[in-house]
């Protein structure tokens, strides 16, 4: 059956499409005609044939919207915000999809006054209006322009009681009937409407719009953001006067201009056209260190053949010299349980000095794995060991030896 306007159809339906008739809303011109792709109602109007879906609108925050939120969290430069509501929509009490739940509110679009940091107008867990000004890449909103945006409901976070406005101390417009707390906040002009403690107030005046801070204000503002270190929990329970932790002193001295921490630069040659330059970390000899200019040119394939030659006899030279003044290290297995240290030396000490020497243990029964380490000040001494002592016996078993490769994953696993 296809349906014609009037008609309810659901997804696949086929829809006649009378002439001199444009395709709308929930409608798609399939390769065997018009069909449609969600249910509901098959309208005809102005030229115009759509589906009036008989689902409830989707609950999506769109620029303009006033919302109901609470402030979720509280970053350097920004509130973050849940929405509980869409005030001017039909389906604001139903739930937001996973992407528009919460939105931003930046410092400058908190209230028309200087504020150092988010955390300086609302706390986490106030209850706010704001009305929402952009969707892209993430909702943004603003509590700047009206009257009727700001917060409509806070606590104390010393004691938990319900604030309630307040003029009675200069610069700050909320306290605590408990408590001697007392803040500030954008206030909304509905901000505590029912408690008789706020009906008699002017909220709008009470957010001193354009006024400067006084110094005994302006020197509790939270001018290092708003005091990052605390956990949402912790932001809750304290309240606005507490001790900086040390920890939190140090990172704020060490991210201040001028103050950061530098990285200590090595200075070095670089390794393909022999010219100064520096490096922040210590070089390792016969590895390729390069200049900016050499990254870049090995990097888009412009180094000559004669310079990767010469650079590779460079680093084979350091990496050879490397291995005389580091010495090596020798890996021998299968050894005798019964085998000393003192017997090994004694093997061993005839080809070089030996600066160090253990057999691997093991830690619960402390009897011998089967094989040790032994480490020789000359590399040539090491080599002519390994190649004079190979397939030799000792304790009636023929002992296996090999250099041992310190960045290698068996040498670990061995040592573990």
């Not at 706010?128 to 917060?151: E, H, M, W």
């Not at 954008?186 to 008789?196: A, M, N, P, R, T």
Request: with cysteine.
């Amino acid at each position: 059956m296809i349906a014609s306007p009037g008609d309810f159809v659901t997804p696949g339906s086929p829809i006649q499409v009378p002439e001199e008739t444009s395709l709308g809303k929930g409608i798609h011109d399939g390769p065997n005609g018009p069909v449609a792709f969600f249910s509901g109602t098959v309208t005809h109007s102005d030229g115009l044939l759509s589906i009036m879906p008989n689902r409830p609108i989707i609950n999506s925050p769109e620029i303009g919207d006033i919302v109901i939120g609470e402030v979720s969290r509280i970053n350097s430069k920004t509130a973050e915000i849940k929405i509980l509501h869409v005030e001017n929509s039909d389906s604001g009490h139903r739930n937001l999809p996973a992407l528009k739940q919460f939105a931003d509110i930046y410092i400058t679009e908190l209230v028309d006054r200087f504020i150092p940091s988010a955390g300086d107008t609302m706390k986490i867990r106030d209850i706010i209006r704001a009305k929402i000004i952009g969707d892209d890449p993430i909702l943004k909103a603003s509590t700047k322009g009206d009257i009727r945006l700001g917060v409509i409901h806070a606590i104390c976070p010393s004691c938990g009681l319900d604030l309630v406005a307040s003029k009675t101390t200069p610069d700050f417009n909320v306290c605590c009937t408990r408590c001697d707390y007392s803040a500030y906040r954008v206030l909304s002009v509905d901000f505590g409407k029912g408690q008789e403690s706020g009906s008699g107030l002017d909220m709008a005046q009470l957010n001193r719009q354009g006024e400067r801070w006084s110094p005994a204000a302006e020197s509790i503002l939270g001018h290092d953001g708003s005091r990052p270190y605390l956990s949402p929990l912790a932001d809750f329970r304290r309240g606005a006067s507490h001790d900086v932790p040390p920890n939190a002193i140090r990172n704020k001295q060490n991210s201040q201009s001028g103050n950061r921490v530098q990285r200590n630069m090595h200075s070095t040659t670089c390794t393909l056209c022999d010219s100064k330059t520096e490096v922040p970390f210590k070089p390792t000899p016969g590895k390729p260190i390069r200049c900016r200019d050499c990254m870049s040119k090995v990097k888009d394939g412009k180094a000559s053949k004669e310079e990767l030659a010469n650079e590779r006899k460079i680093l084979m030279k350091a990496r050879s010299e490397s291995q005389e003044s580091q010495g090596m290290k020798i890996f021998v297995a299968s050894l005798s349980y019964e085998v000393t240290e003192d017997e090994l030396r004694n093997v061993f000490s005839p080809y070089g000095n030996i600066t160090d020497l253990h057999i691997a243990n093991d830690r619960e029964s402390g009897k011998s794995k089967g094989f040790a380490f032994i480490t020789f000040e000359n590399y040539k001494e090491g080599k002519n060991a390994i190649n004079s002592l190979k397939n030799t016996e000792l304790n009636g078993r023929k002992m296996s030896i090999q250099e041992s490769n310190r960045d290698s994953s068996r040498n670990n696993r061995n040592r573990r």
